[in-house]
């Protein structure tokens, strides 16, 4: 959203890390720049796209799958009729992984391990063929 706006809205240049980065980790000289970005009359679709970021993170901090089930059939009834389009396009996945993204919530695993085991796994495959003898 940020680089289609910035072509129209020059004060989004050099901006681009304070709308990426977590409100916790932000320097104060960007927690100034986000504050003057978001004022109500800049009406930015960025700031907006911001909003709905932050609020779709909030489902990571729900207590129980029930609780967090809800909360976001409401996030993406709401996020639909957003008017973003990137927006819409990430509801449409979310709801495409919806049973795997509540499974998530149940259990809290992922599937980063096993990813990071089968990098190693392939680094050696990698490996052994280079310095196994070739068949002639």
Partial sequence: VRRA????RPELKRSRYVWLKNEANLT??????????????MQLKTARAARWRDDFNEFYNKASTDEAEAYLRRWCYGAKRSRLEPIKEFVAT?????????????????????EGTNSLVQAAK???????PRPR
Avoid: C, F, M, Y
Avoid at 126 to 132: D, F, K, P, S, V
């Fill in 126 to 132: 990698r490996g052994l063929a280079a310095t196994a």
């Fill in 5 to 8: 706006e910035s072509k129209s």
């Fill in 94 to 114: 979310v709801e495409a992984h919806w049973d795997g993204i509540i499974a998530w919530q149940n259990n809290r695993l992922s599937n980063g391990l096993l």
């Fill in 28 to 41: 104060a000289k960007q927690r100034e720049k986000l504050a003057w970005l978001t004022r109500p009359s």
